[in-house]
């Protein structure tokens, strides 16, 4: 079975775009959480989605915004790219348990 | 005070050793508890999680719940080369979301 799949690997955008990160859970997972980690710490939590329905949102502002589609992928956006915007952005899919998270490779942005 | 705390590296253990690993959590309603492990320019993967008090094993990792203390703990036994790098412990609340310490970075000298 296909792991956690996310695209692009690598982006380099300029200050002021807008970007858009794609995920697709393992198979018959339903929820879909995204993480930005940034170089030397742990990664931070932004949006969680199940079933379609936004569960949880972290301490990030509103250009950041999320959406689960019916066949559970999802693709976070980022609007008005900021320097500090470049991490890596990774997306995480669990199962019904909870207790099984997975992570993708995840999307390098660098942002000049 | 930050959510999930870990011991600060790095720590470097000779081939063969136990590197032991520590977290502190702060939230008491902590459900689920993971530890990860990253390679330099790698994403996360899943080693082990535990929720009940008391030791799991897996292999040679072994990872270890005080919800009285509010500790979790990881165990590397009979260390490799391979083991090294950045070991991630995250937290699960009542909100859903893994919460992570900034990680320790092992090294394991050869």
């Known amino acids: 079975d296909a792991g956690v799949t996310q695209s692009p690997t690598h982006l380099i955008k300029t200050r002021g775009q807008h970007v858009t990160l794609r995920c697709s859970p393992i198979?018959?997972?339903?929820?879909v959480s995204w993480y930005q980690q940034v170089l030397g710490q742990g990664p931070q939590f932004i949006f969680q989605?199940?079933?379609?329905?936004?569960?949880g949102r972290g301490n990030f502002p509103d250009r950041f915004s999320a959406r689960q589609f019916p066949n559970y992928s999802s693709e976070l956006n980022v609007n008005a790219l900021l320097l500090g915007d470049s991490a890596l952005y990774l997306c995480?899919?669990?199962?019904?348990?909870?207790?099984?998270?997975?992570f993708g490779e995840g999307s390098w942005l660098t942002v000049v | 005070q930050k959510e999930v705390e870990q011991n600060s590296g790095p720590l470097s253990v000779p081939e063969g050793a136990i590197a032991s690993l520590n977290c502190t959590y702060s939230?008491?309603?902590?459900?689920?508890f993971f530890w990860y492990r990253q390679y330099s320019g790698k994403s996360p993967e899943l080693i082990m999680f535990?929720?009940?008090?008391g030791d799991k094993e897996d292999g040679r990792f072994t990872a270890q719940l005080n919800k009285a203390s509010q500790y979790v703990s990881l165990l590397i036994r009979d260390s490799q080369p391979s083991d090294s790098a950045t070991y991630l412990c995250?937290?699960?609340?009542?909100?859903?979301?893994?919460?992570f310490g900034a990680g320790t970075t092992v090294t394991v000298r050869a």
């Open positions: 995480a899919s669990s199962g019904l348990s909870g207790n099984t998270i997975y």
């Open positions: 198979s018959g997972h339903k929820s």
């Open positions: 989605y199940y079933e379609k329905e936004e569960r």
């Open positions: 939230d008491r309603g902590s459900q689920s």
């Open positions: 535990i929720y009940s008090n």
């Open positions: 995250a937290v699960i609340g009542g909100d859903y979301k893994l919460s």
